[in-house]
């Protein structure tokens, strides 16, 4: 079969190139992603899923039908891609989607255009083989999950798959794994530290204070906090406010409460020291209004995430890979880039659907100026995830003989 | 010489005591519902010269129920046992004779235990427990694979590469081997053949397990179960021969869950699976045969598949051992179900076989010959008696302290 | 009337021309991929065009080794037999998947020409339910459509129907009692009674059975688990193990083939070929049994010239169990080519 794969795949590679290509050349930041969403349907129409279509949130959803109940296996990826931090570092522009020295260059190459890509082949790839499979294999391409703390996968599972009768087993993320299968990451929350006083003096003095004792990384203190720009302050009813942002890490075990609390203590603590401060500490909320016009209301946190490594989706996904031929290296993100973290939290934590990630790209290419892939990776990872995909769900092909018997 | 034999299930410990080589019964009777508590007490079911009793008495591990047994037969210094015969279910590639403990063979004991994770383990823990209860009492360990270490290579080999046999040890080793021993030397004695030179294809059909033995030369050259008792006949629970692929989409489908499938081709297959009703293919049989019975093509199927596997298996071994001196049913259903001995043999004269359809039925008191005068290959059916096989095993292993044992 | 005979592989494409002047052509194409088959047929075209082949009608026989029981006897190509391959395809993806790629590229490259499909299972479509039921739940083996079946039917039926014709020429006037051994690739035993097999060596795949060149045949299914679980090789890994890299190959520990096994006085085939011998003695013996005895022994296949050295070791043991009839101990050969057996099959039509 993994024979059958290859062949196909060489026919079809042209056309993934292509793909990956003009996504890349698409503009799609993150609440404006209605030129890839419509580029992606598409390339499902044209890769002959059985259903394809575009939800009211702008997600995009191909479904390859299985012949049984399942399992249902979800390959996810995100279209959006955050603001280049700045334009002029880019030869060209961020958008050229130029291939050099076998890298495809462009704003979302490696996070995570590149691992749509490959998702999108990957299952076109087993519906060109005329492998059948036991449960519905679905691949979405999903809105606003750089700015939205994925708003898009949320609303795919809670209501478009939901309303699609479908339920996923497994799902695989297409974010930057360098083709290792990433299991997991640590969480972050961007919280406010509201400072209230009716002397602007105080408060001025417990603003600094705080902002300077959480920028103080002193790796012994209650809390890990790191300042996200400066205090903002405004004059409210007679009272002197002020609001620190902070970003705070999130070990796997760690609950958001028990962090805000011990936010509030310590900033309390450093508040008490310029005088009667009032102090309150609660998660960042913004609403957010995405491409389709639908508005939503966001808490800034990123659970930690951990799929366990012996699950029957790791070690299903280890064993297929390895028969395939190709590197099985376990691992998980470390976020140095990445931003918010992936869209994993919400399958995992909140939906409770196993998870793991396999994508072209490399962590530390995410976000950086010049962002690039190496196009022979998408190719890897078209012909991986396929090998993965058949063996989660499809109908096994045991005891064939290799060819004519 | 008085040897107690013990046959050690995973929560009971059936035991006999015989006087050899007399071969008298003294004493015998089970030990039930050993390990943790469940509903009902654990209690003994002890037995001499037709006398029958009842202990409860608590036997939270098969020592305690040794333990107990030997208290019992310590009241009367008549029943004191001299030596002690143990069943082993699986003696691995290296035991290929029946042995007197020692460390030696303690510590491969204990190595190969995993290949019979099921069997093995209790029987070796209740060997440990003797050893250490009554350390001066000769032991002596009897597998079930022993009488299969004749195999030859060719009909132990599965065609899988070298190396990964080499690391693994994927082969066939065979089981209820001191079965098909015991009833082979009771049938070559029946017919008057010295057996060295008998020749015949033995059929275990028990209410669980089955299996089939191709013996040449007094010697076994092929058993139907493989690596593990898996393989082979349709039994009571288990699916026998399957396809490997089929093995592994069900692997597939269990999401990689081995031990599910294992647990469905072990216990949730064979005549039970195909019944949907019944492990037991008597109560299969019967079912079907009362032609109101609503699922009478699932169970009309459910015995054909059972029958027809047997009888495929002896045409294959009659060809194998050529000229045969006969056939012999034993076990509960070879011993007990005339219809089974029928239809696995009926029509088969090119082979030598016929059958005497009523010597079958009335069979009453074995063993039994159940051919006509013309039948070129005796059929008969014999008791198995393993714990017998056992004592003799012991006995002679005893009574020639300088007996060949290969060396591990 | 000229005959195309086409035998897809997944990566090869045999084919044979047959010309009524009595010429033919056979080959084989190679070496294509992703192109599908449509590149290799027109290759094809090109070749029985030279022969002449196509200035009447010819008429084209697509060989296919799984049908399942949608499949019961050879069919014309069209609309209705792609939707019912369609429906087969998940018991066997890999072959019908291609045979649809085949079957779609003759329409295009042989436009008009009648077309007909022939399958090597369709032979053991009606196999008795005893001998083709696995001894697991029926709600399972229905959820899998899981069953025994033949893959060398076509090689099976002719030569019974060749050897059944050469016992009522000596006389015989019931239906013969046939032992046919398929040697091949992945070598076959059936018993086959009058025109009806009655067991088959193979399984719901071709793993099962005798050893193949590259496949085990039947192990221990505890064998196949502990491959995927203990030795760490996932089921996917066992597989290929299991149908890629075992069989006489794995036991001579390089590539061989059939007939090198059979034949050869190398010192390291003659485990191989001891091991095979052994399991076609056990397999005869079973058909043996369940025929009742043998009236005749035929063998076929793509290795019939290998014949004799099967018989000779197979049939005494056979003989001096008492299952072989006297006259069966002269076996016979059917050497058609699978080629010319499907050429056959378009006259039928």
Same mark, same amino acid.
């Given at each position: 079969?993994?024979?059958?794969?290859?062949?196909?795949?060489?026919?079809?590679?042209?056309?993934?190139?292509?793909?990956?290509?003009?996504?890349?050349?698409?503009?799609?930041?993150?609440?404006?992603?209605?030129?890839?969403?419509?580029?992606?349907?598409?390339?499902?129409?044209?890769?002959?899923?059985?259903?394809?279509?575009?939800?009211?949130?702008?997600?995009?959803?191909?479904?390859?039908?299985?012949?049984?109940?399942?399992?249902?296996?979800?390959?996810?990826?995100?279209?959006?891609?955050?603001?280049?931090?700045?334009?002029?570092?880019?030869?060209?522009?961020?958008?050229?989607?130029?291939?050099?020295?076998?890298?495809?260059?462009?704003?979302?190459?490696?996070?995570?255009?590149?691992?749509?890509?490959?998702?999108?082949?990957?299952?076109?790839?087993?519906?060109?083989? $005329?492998?059948?499979? &036991?449960?519905?294999?679905?691949?979405?391409?999903?809105?606003?999950?750089?700015?939205?703390?994925?708003?898009?996968?949320?609303?795919?599972?809670?209501?478009?798959?939901?309303?699609?009768?479908?339920?996923?087993?497994?799902?695989?993320?297409?974010?930057?794994?360098?083709?290792?299968?990433?299991?997991?990451?640590?969480?972050?929350?961007?919280?406010?530290?509201?400072?209230?006083?009716?002397?602007?003096?105080?408060?001025?003095?417990?603003?600094?204070?705080?902002?300077?004792?959480?920028?103080?990384?002193?790796?012994?203190?209650?809390?890990?906090?790191? $300042?996200?720009?400066?205090?903002?302050?405004?004059?409210?009813?007679?009272? &002197?406010?002020?609001?620190?942002?902070?970003?705070?890490?999130?070990?796997?075990?760690?609950?958001?409460?028990?962090?805000?609390?011990?936010?509030?203590?310590?900033?309390? &603590?450093?508040?008490?020291?310029?005088?009667?401060?009032?102090?309150?500490?609660?998660?960042?909320?913004?609403?957010?209004?995405?491409?389709?016009?639908?508005?939503?209301?966001?808490?800034?946190?990123?659970?930690?995430?951990?799929?366990?490594?012996?699950?029957? $989706?790791?070690?299903?996904?280890?064993?297929? $890979?390895?028969?395939?031929?190709?590197?099985?290296?376990?691992?998980?993100?470390?976020?140095?880039?990445?931003?918010?973290?992936?869209?994993?939290?919400?399958?995992?934590?909140?939906?409770?659907?196993?998870?793991?990630?396999?994508?072209?790209?490399?962590?530390?290419?995410?976000?950086?100026?010049?962002?690039?892939?190496?196009?022979?990776?998408?190719?890897?990872?078209?012909?991986?995830?396929?090998?993965?995909?058949?063996?989660?769900?499809?109908?096994?092909?045991?005891?064939?003989?290799?060819?004519?018997? | 010489?008085?040897?107690?034999?013990?046959?050690?299930?995973?929560?009971?410990?059936?035991?006999?005591?015989?006087?050899?080589?007399?071969?008298?019964?003294?004493?015998?009777?089970?030990?039930?519902?050993?390990?943790?508590?469940?509903?009902?007490?654990?209690?003994?079911?002890?037995?001499?010269?037709?006398?029958?009793?009842?202990?409860?008495?608590?036997?939270?591990?098969?020592?305690?129920?040794?333990?107990?047994?030997?208290?019992?037969?310590?009241?009367?210094?008549?029943?004191?046992?001299?030596?002690?015969?143990?069943?082993?279910? =699986?003696?691995?590639?290296?035991?290929?004779?029946?042995?007197?403990?020692?460390?030696?063979?303690?510590?491969?004991?204990?190595?190969?235990?995993?290949?019979?994770?099921?069997?093995?383990?209790?029987?070796?823990?209740?060997?440990?427990?003797?050893?250490?209860?009554?350390?001066?009492?000769?032991?002596?360990?009897?597998?079930?694979?022993?009488?299969?270490?004749?195999?030859?290579?060719?009909?132990?080999?599965?065609?899988?590469?070298?190396?990964?046999?080499?690391?693994?040890?994927?082969?066939?080793?065979?089981?209820?081997?001191?079965?098909?021993?015991?009833?082979?030397?009771?049938?070559?004695?029946?017919?008057?053949?010295?057996?060295? =030179?008998?020749?015949?294809?033995?059929?275990?059909?028990?209410?669980?397990?089955?299996?089939?033995?191709?013996?040449?030369?007094?010697?076994?050259?092929?058993?139907?179960?493989?690596?593990?008792?898996?393989?082979?006949?349709?039994?009571?629970?288990?699916?026998?021969?399957?396809?490997?692929?089929?093995?592994?989409?069900?692997?597939?489908?269990?999401?990689?869950?081995?031990?599910?499938?294992?647990?469905?081709?072990?216990?949730?297959?064979?005549?039970?699976?195909?019944?949907?009703?019944?492990?037991?293919?008597?109560?299969?049989?019967?079912?079907?045969?009362?032609?109101?019975?609503?699922?009478?093509?699932?169970?009309?199927?459910?015995?054909?598949?059972?029958?027809?596997?047997?009888?495929?298996?002896?045409?294959?071994?009659?060809?194998?051992?050529?000229?045969?001196?006969?056939?012999?049913?034993?076990?509960?259903?070879?011993?007990?179900?005339?219809?089974?001995?029928?239809?696995?043999?009926?029509?088969?004269?090119?082979?030598?076989?016929?059958?005497?359809?009523?010597?079958?039925?009335?069979?009453?008191?074995?063993?039994?010959?159940?051919?006509?005068?013309?039948?070129?290959?005796?059929?008969?059916?014999?008791?198995?008696?393993?714990?017998?096989?056992?004592?003799?095993?012991?006995?002679?292993?005893?009574?020639?302290?300088?007996?060949?044992?290969?060396?591990? | 009337?000229?005959?195309?005979?086409?035998?897809?592989?997944?990566?090869?494409?045999?084919?044979?021309?047959?010309?009524?002047?009595?010429? %033919?052509? %056979? /080959?084989?194409?190679?070496?294509?991929?992703?192109?599908?088959?449509?590149?290799?047929?027109?290759?094809?075209? %090109?070749?029985?065009?030279?022969?002449?082949?196509? *200035? *009447?009608?010819?008429?084209?026989?697509?060989?296919?080794?799984?049908?399942?029981?949608?499949?019961?006897?050879?069919? #014309?190509? /069209?609309?209705?037999?792609?939707?019912?391959?369609?429906?087969?395809?998940?018991? #066997?993806?890999?072959?019908?998947?291609?045979?649809?790629?085949?079957?779609?590229?003759?329409?295009?490259?042989?436009?008009?020409?009648?077309?007909?499909?022939?399958?090597?299972?369709?032979?053991?479509?009606?196999?008795?339910?005893?001998?083709?039921?696995?001894?697991?739940?029926?709600?399972? #083996?229905?959820?899998?459509?899981?069953?025994?079946?033949?893959?060398?039917?076509?090689?099976?039926?002719?030569?019974?129907?060749?050897?059944?014709?050469?016992?009522?020429?000596?006389?015989?006037?019931?239906?013969?009692?046939?032992? #046919?051994?398929?040697?091949?690739?992945?070598?076959?035993?059936?018993?086959?009674?009058?025109?009806?097999?009655?067991?088959?060596?193979?399984?719901?795949?071709?793993?099962?059975?005798?050893?193949?060149?590259?496949?085990?045949?039947?192990?221990?299914?505890?064998?196949?688990?502990?491959?995927?679980?203990?030795?760490?090789?996932?089921?996917?890994?066992?597989?290929?193990?299991?149908? /890629?890299?075992?069989?006489?190959?794995?036991?001579?520990?390089?590539?061989?083939?059939? *007939?090198?096994?059979?034949?050869? %006085?190398?010192?390291?085939?003659?485990?191989?070929?001891?091991?095979?011998?052994?399991?076609?003695?056990?397999?005869?013996?079973?058909?043996?049994?369940?025929?009742?005895?043998?009236?005749?022994?035929?063998?076929? /296949?793509?290795?019939?010239?290998?014949?004799?050295?099967?018989?000779?070791?197979?049939?005494?043991?056979?003989?001096?169990?008492?299952?072989?009839?006297?006259?069966?101990?002269?076996?016979?050969?059917?050497?058609?080519?699978?080629?010319?057996?499907?050429?056959?099959?378009?006259?039928?039509?």
């Amino acid at each position: 079969m993994y024979d059958l794969l290859k062949g196909k795949l060489e026919g079809l590679q042209s056309e993934l190139m292509s793909f990956a290509q003009a996504l890349l050349r698409t503009h799609s930041l993150s609440r404006d992603e209605s030129s890839a969403a419509a580029l992606v349907e598409k390339q499902l129409r044209a890769l002959d899923f059985d259903t394809v279509t575009t939800d009211k949130l702008g997600n995009v959803v191909g479904v390859l039908h299985g012949v049984e109940d399942g399992p249902n296996l979800l390959l996810a990826s995100h279209m959006d891609t955050v603001a280049p931090a700045d334009e002029s570092g880019w030869p060209g522009t961020p958008w050229s989607g130029r291939v050099e020295n076998g890298k495809l260059y462009g704003l979302g190459a490696a996070d995570c255009k590149g691992g749509l890509a490959a998702q999108v082949f990957a299952a076109g790839l087993l519906k060109r083989s $005329l492998l059948p499979l &036991r449960g519905n294999l679905i691949v979405a391409a999903t809105v606003a999950e750089e700015n939205g703390i994925s708003i898009g996968m949320r609303g795919l599972i809670e209501f478009t798959l939901k309303e699609m009768g479908l339920r996923p087993e497994y799902a695989i993320l297409g974010e930057p794994t360098d083709l290792g299968l990433y299991y997991g990451h640590d969480g972050r929350a961007e919280l406010d530290i509201r400072l209230r006083s009716n002397n602007p003096f105080h408060l001025a003095d417990a603003a600094d204070l705080v902002a300077n004792g959480m920028g103080d990384t002193d790796p012994l203190s209650a809390v890990q906090a790191m $300042l996200m720009g400066k205090p903002q302050f405004e004059d409210r009813h007679g009272l &002197r406010c002020a609001t620190i942002g902070v970003e705070h890490r999130l070990g796997p075990e760690e609950a958001v409460d028990g962090m805000v609390g011990r936010m509030r203590r310590e900033a309390e &603590r450093l508040a008490q020291l310029a005088g009667a401060v009032e102090v309150e500490v609660s998660v960042r909320e913004h609403s957010e209004t995405l491409a389709s016009g639908m508005v939503m209301k966001v808490k800034r946190v990123t659970h930690a995430w951990s799929t366990d490594p012996f699950s029957p $989706l790791l070690s299903r996904a280890r064993q297929s $890979l390895a028969a395939a031929g190709c590197v099985v290296r376990p691992g998980k993100w470390r976020l140095s880039r990445l931003g918010m973290g992936t869209s994993g939290s919400v399958l995992s934590n909140e939906f409770h659907i196993p998870t793991i990630g396999y994508g072209p790209g490399r962590e530390e290419e995410a976000h950086s100026q010049d962002e690039s892939v190496e196009v022979a990776k998408i190719v890897e990872c078209t012909y991986g995830t396929a090998a993965m995909a058949h063996g989660l769900v499809g109908i096994p092909v045991f005891g064939w003989i290799p060819d004519e018997i | 010489m008085r040897i107690i034999v013990f046959n050690c299930g995973s929560s009971s410990l059936k035991y006999r005591l015989i006087e050899m080589p007399g071969e008298n019964q003294l004493a015998g009777g089970e030990a039930e519902r050993v390990g943790p508590k469940t509903a009902e007490p654990a209690r003994i079911h002890h037995q001499v010269s037709g006398r029958k009793e009842t202990i409860v008495v608590e036997m939270p591990d098969h020592a305690t129920a040794f333990a107990e047994v030997m208290k019992l037969l310590e009241r009367d210094p008549e029943l004191v046992p001299e030596a002690i015969g143990h069943r082993m279910a =699986h003696g691995g590639p290296n035991f290929k004779q029946h042995v007197i403990l020692d460390d030696a063979v303690m510590a491969e004991l204990e190595r190969i235990q995993e290949l019979a994770p099921i069997h093995n383990p209790p029987a070796v823990r209740l060997v440990a427990a003797c050893r250490r209860l009554y350390p001066k009492l000769p032991e002596t360990v009897v597998f079930d694979t022993v009488f299969h270490a004749t195999i030859p290579e060719v009909a132990r080999s599965y065609a899988l590469p070298a190396a990964l046999v080499a690391k693994f040890g994927f082969r066939k080793y065979g089981f209820h081997g001191t079965s098909h021993q015991y009833v082979a030397q009771e049938a070559a004695k029946l017919l008057g053949v010295p057996f060295a =030179h008998f020749n015949a294809v033995s059929c275990h059909l028990g209410s669980g397990g089955a299996s089939l033995c191709a013996i040449v030369n007094g010697r076994s050259i092929d058993n139907t179960m493989g690596y593990s008792p898996l393989q082979g006949l349709v039994m009571s629970t288990r699916s026998g021969d399957l396809d490997p692929a089929v093995a592994l989409t069900l692997l597939v489908r269990a999401a990689g869950n081995g031990a599910a499938v294992e647990a469905m081709l072990n216990r949730g297959s064979g005549v039970l699976g195909l019944s949907g009703m019944s492990a037991d293919i008597r109560d299969v049989v019967a079912r079907a045969a009362d032609g109101q019975a609503a699922d009478i093509d699932q169970l009309t199927v459910a015995s054909q598949v059972y029958l027809w596997r047997i009888r495929k298996y002896l045409g294959a071994y009659l060809t194998l051992v050529g000229r045969a001196h006969c056939v012999i049913f034993t076990d509960t259903i070879g011993e007990k179900v005339p219809y089974v001995r029928w239809a696995v043999t009926a029509g088969l004269q090119c082979f030598g076989l016929d059958i005497d359809p009523q010597k079958n039925d009335v069979a009453g008191g074995l063993p039994a010959d159940l051919s006509t005068p013309a039948s070129r290959v005796r059929i008969l059916a014999v008791a198995t008696n393993e714990e017998m096989a056992i004592a003799r095993f012991s006995h002679d292993l005893l009574s020639h302290t300088q007996a060949e044992r290969i060396a591990l | 009337m000229n005959t195309v005979v086409l035998i897809p592989g997944r990566r090869s494409l045999r084919y044979a021309g047959f010309v009524d002047s009595g010429e %033919t052509c %056979t /080959g084989t194409i190679r070496g294509f991929r992703w192109q599908g088959p449509r590149a290799a047929l027109d290759e094809v075209r %090109t070749i029985v065009q030279a022969m002449g082949l196509l *200035d *009447d009608a010819p008429s084209v026989v697509v060989h296919g080794l799984f049908g399942g029981e949608e499949f019961p006897a050879p069919v #014309s190509l /069209g609309k209705d037999a792609l939707l019912r391959l369609e429906r087969v395809a998940r018991q #066997s993806p890999l072959h019908v998947a291609s045979l649809i790629e085949t079957a779609l590229a003759v329409e295009q490259v042989f436009p008009g020409a009648p077309a007909r499909l022939a399958f090597e299972t369709s032979f053991f479509v009606d196999l008795p339910l005893r001998e083709r039921t696995y001894a697991v739940s029926p709600d399972l #083996s229905h959820k899998l459509a899981l069953r025994r079946w033949g893959y060398h039917g076509l090689f099976h039926e002719s030569a019974a129907r060749e050897a059944a014709r050469r016992l009522r020429k000596r006389g015989l006037d019931c239906p013969p009692r046939i032992l #046919s051994i398929c040697l091949d690739a992945q070598p076959e035993i059936a018993a086959v009674l009058g025109c009806r097999p009655i067991t088959v060596t193979s399984g719901a795949t071709p793993l099962e059975g005798l050893p193949g060149e590259t496949n085990s045949g039947e192990i221990d299914p505890a064998v196949a688990l502990a491959l995927a679980g203990e030795a760490g090789l996932g089921p996917e890994g066992a597989n290929a193990l299991l149908v /890629g890299e075992s069989g006489l190959s794995g036991l001579v520990g390089r590539r061989v083939r059939l *007939d090198d096994v059979l034949t050869s %006085t190398r010192n390291d085939c003659v485990r191989a070929r001891e091991v095979l011998l052994y399991r076609m003695l056990l397999a005869s013996g079973a058909a043996a049994a369940a025929l009742g005895g043998v009236d005749a022994v035929v063998f076929s /296949g793509r290795y019939v010239s290998c014949s004799a050295v099967v018989a000779h070791d197979v049939l005494p043991h056979l003989e001096r169990a008492g299952a072989l009839a006297p006259q069966a101990a002269q076996w016979m050969i059917f050497a058609k080519p699978l080629e010319g057996v499907l050429a056959e099959t378009a006259s039928l039509q």
